[in-house]
């Protein structure tokens, strides 16, 4: 490689991780906020709430990729131009596609980075988040159990505990159960431990009493017991184990939509073709960013007040074919071909940085030719 195209790739390499890493961190922190309210809010530790957050990077990281090629590209050009270092190259002979060679690299770096991350590390993720909420839904105890409060797991019931005890034991247990309001069930115990089966989770209560208030004239009953067993399967919300989402299925499965996934998932055939075909595309959306961006600044000349304008066509650019992207979803998801427009918003974007880079050595060559002329 060219001692230049080392040059430049390197300046890349390095603004690009520094704007990796500040879009990283500022998407996660936003996500952050909300799951840490969802987490600590049911009950949950700061060690769980770690644990989802890394689960969540390497999606973060997918779709930010684009956006610090993008940024990458344009800072290091503008640069370039400030320092005149462009200029002195297109003065040797240099035209904006030899120009663009590294900046084509780079964005062939970054999109090898996003099509491990959309092929490889995303759907582990996703299907490793999707096995802990299932854990955290299951996790009754860390939910919904506060000793000394009351709280309402659920529409009509009543939940108080006076103690839990370091062996996961629940002292001195009441439960109120009014969602019949013909016949208000309230039971009291003793203790109570909680046991999942095969039906669903289970409330196991011993040396207690149920009253049961029934009827117009609100006649009371009382029975005693020394165990008694209470399905929470009304109480609590059960997630249907193994239930995956399309995020969660590996590239090979979408691509052959086996019905039975399409019944677990609740999705179409058009949706798995599309969101398969679109791990492929998506992460060339980094070429065309980065082809943008540098060529977009290359219209530029030097000006000591900077290439704003070049930088708002850039932005403006690259704001258009995320429309086009978002086009192409609604688009994609209407048939089982529809796939097909997956490709449309990469295929558009390195077509406007190729457009660009041409347009770009227009006013060179015709300077060019009126000096020879004259």
């Given at each position: 490689m060219p001692r230049f195209d080392r040059y430049l790739l390197a300046q890349l390499l390095a603004v690009f991780g520094f704007f990796a890493l500040v879009l990283v961190a500022v998407?996660?922190?936003?996500?952050?906020?909300?799951?840490?309210?969802?987490?600590?809010?049911?009950?949950?530790?700061?060690?769980?709430?770690?644990?989802?957050?890394?689960?969540?990077?390497?999606?973060?990281?997918?779709?930010?990729?684009?956006?610090?090629a993008f940024a990458a590209a344009v800072y290091v050009a503008n640069r370039l131009m400030q320092e005149s270092e462009l200029v002195v190259m297109q003065a040797t002979g240099f035209s904006s596609f030899r120009l663009a060679r590294p900046v084509l690299w780079f964005g062939l770096i970054v999109t090898l980075a996003a099509l491990v991350l959309a092929h490889v590390l995303v759907p582990l993720s996703r299907e490793a988040l999707s096995a802990r909420y299932a854990e955290i839904r299951q996790n009754v105890t860390a939910r919904f159990l506060t000793d000394g409060a009351i709280t309402h797991p659920g529409a009509g019931l009543t939940l108080y505990i006076r103690e839990l005890a370091p062996s996961g034991e629940l002292l001195g247990l009441f439960l109120t159960d009014a969602r019949d309001a013909a016949a208000v069930t309230t039971y009291t115990a003793e203790k109570a431990l909680f046991a999942r089966t095969d039906s669903g989770p289970k409330l196991l209560m011993f040396n207690g009493m149920a009253q049961q208030v029934t009827g117009p004239d609100r006649r009371l009953s009382l029975t005693r017991f020394a165990d008694f067993t209470y399905d929470l399967g009304g109480l609590l919300p059960e997630a249907a184990p193994g239930t995956r989402t399309i995020d969660a299925l590996s590239t090979a499965e979408l691509l052959a939509a086996d019905t039975a996934l399409l019944a677990e998932t609740g999705a179409t055939r058009a949706a798995f073709l599309y969101d398969a075909h679109n791990r492929f595309a998506q992460p060339f959306l980094a070429v065309a960013a980065a082809l943008i961006g540098f060529a977009a600044l290359l219209m530029g000349n030097f000006s000591r007040f900077g290439l704003w304008r070049q930088v708002g066509l850039a932005v403006g650019l690259l704001v258009l074919v995320q429309a086009v992207a978002s086009v192409a979803t609604g688009l994609g998801l209407r048939s089982d071909r529809g796939w097909i427009w997956a490709y449309a918003a990469p295929v558009f974007g390195t077509a406007l940085g190729v457009a660009l880079l041409w347009w770009s050595q227009r006013p060179r060559r015709v300077a060019a030719g009126q000096g020879g002329l004259a």
């Open positions: 998407y996660w922190v936003n996500r952050a906020v909300g799951l840490f309210d969802q987490l600590i809010g049911d009950g949950q530790t700061a060690v769980v709430f770690l644990e989802f957050s890394l689960l969540t990077l390497p999606n973060v990281i997918r779709v930010v990729l684009p956006v610090a």
